[in-house]
């Protein structure tokens, strides 16, 4: 099934807009995950079977799964394979090439690894996002605003962020979306105007300093398809390090739910 | 020993500025090597005997390393293990990501695969920097303007590559660097201007269209040290696809040797 059906499916049937980010650091795990024969997929198990009937998606960022060299890897590959196949998974890696090496990325990651979508950085223009239009069953975030402080750097001056944002909105609903940064408050509204049907993966709330209410005021596209995916990383799977640390994080992930549905119901 | 030092060594010992991209993707190896058990390593192995005396570094480029899934990393692994360790590695990644994220490829890339350099995207501003800055025998060529047709799009509008250009400019010489595309003919003196000291990492000469002669005199910090590194990947490892295309690598690179120090001499 393609990302974008998964999307409009999950939504609705786990009533959820909740991104959870598998950001399984092996260095944080809880010590009595560290003395499992493979810790990080383990960790992501228990996670995964605690949330699954509550999130609209995961996603595991690929830096975090370079710890223990390549068996890390694997234990992404199998965190990747063990997700209920109507759950999108989304590789958070930012890749930003051209070309066949984009092409390549793309085919590794949505057909060998069988990931449904990517972030992408589109600092080196159109010819990034070419690379993945053919995969019409997948989906690329593409980075619009970030939720970090420099973010500020490059992307605020002379509106860059504008502009990418306008390009975004140019391209397929269905295959590509954006990264906007929960923090840029002041931003957000102007960046749903830009892109008034992409689907937004939102970092930055909790632990950045993101508010949730303003988040979802301002980029909700309709009641029934809010058109976000809520990232909660560390907020959610290390809420708690002891051995109820999935149970924690099944209640931290049901609160946000709950928070960003409650916040639409109330929109007029 | 740093990547600075090892590259201040070679350019003198293999009197070289040559690049070797090993862009080794599976589909393109000769027939003969996909018969070997290790076709990427076995297929790298052959160029880099065939070559080490005559570049300056070796990069093999991540994207080209996923086609057979961990297997092709394990690849990547033991051809970054067999490089001389007195031959710079650059991992091109293309790596941009913030805090904590960033350290973690770092750390890896770095410490456990044993990389001295790698390639990196700014546009999420001065936070993938300063990630990197602890690693000082390390190094990153941080994208400043690439060479593909579209780095018009971001990149060149507004000057953005010359803010960066100039941000880069204002870090540790022996720890940072650019990218800097052969084929931006009109911007090279420019960029040379901005980064005065600055170590290029220049793709796009050949295949591309960059032309060699406009590059080395546009860029060239002294004659007994460039301050560049000239990247040439299809155009010297698939040269040829016979038998002997380790031999015709070797003469390739040393035929862009040559080159390149010929139009270095013959400057006044």
Known sequence: MS?????QTIIKSNKSYVCVGLDSELSKLPIHILETKDPIFEFNKAIIDATKDLVACYKPNFAFYLSQGLKSL?????TIAYIP??????LDIKAGDIGNTMANYARAFFQNWNVDAITCNPLMGQDVIKALAPFED????VLALTSNPSASDYLKPNDLYKKISADISGLPTSQFGAVVGGTNTEELLELRRLMPESLFLIPGIGAQGGSLQEVVLNTLHTKTDARFLINSSRGIIFADSSINFAQVAREKTELLRTQINKIIAEMR
């Open 3 to 7: 990302f974008w059906k998964k999307y």
């Open 74 to 78: 694997e234990s992404l590959q199998k």
């Open 85 to 90: 196949d109507n759950i999108p998974v989304i």
């Open 138 to 141: 997948n989906f690329a975030f």
